[in-house]
């Protein structure tokens, strides 16, 4: 129950960042361009499974992008919120879809499930 719990705030996160994205009217090309990007913290597991899980778990982790949000809001800078958005979406769709933040153990290990 707990994990079907987190699939759908992930899925709630997703469409809310792309709701309050498209109401903004920012560009699609951008949000298309981008929606992959935070995946680039995988090149981590390059060194180790230790590191790879740390830098991924950084770039997944909501608390770094209500971070940007924030900073764009205080800014008025649109492209900022633009891009928290976007990776808020990102991180929405890896929940929704099964992909949680990683175990050292194992890329594979997560904490919703194996993948």
């Known amino acids: 129950m707990n ?6 705030e992930g899925l709630a996160v997703l469409v809310l960042s792309i ?3 498209s109401f903004n009217e920012y560009s699609w090309w951008m949000f298309i361009l981008l929606l992959l990007a935070p995946d680039i913290s995988m090149i981590g597991y ?4 230790v590191v790879g899980a740390k830098c991924y778990n950084i770039f997944h982790t909501y608390s770094l992008t209500i971070t940007i949000l924030l900073v764009g809001i205080l800014l008025s800078n649109q492209l900022v919120l ?5 990776w808020s979406a990102h991180i929405g769709m890896d929940r929704a879809i099964g ?3 990683k175990y050292t153990t ?10």
């Open 3 to 8: 994990k079907i719990l987190l699939h759908i």
């Open 19 to 21: 709701y309050l994205y």
């Open 46 to 49: 390059l060194v180790n499974d």
């Open 82 to 86: 633009a891009i928290g958005l976007i």
């Open 99 to 101: 992909y949680g933040l």
């Open 106 to 115: 194992n890329f594979k290990d997560t904490h919703l499930n194996r993948v």
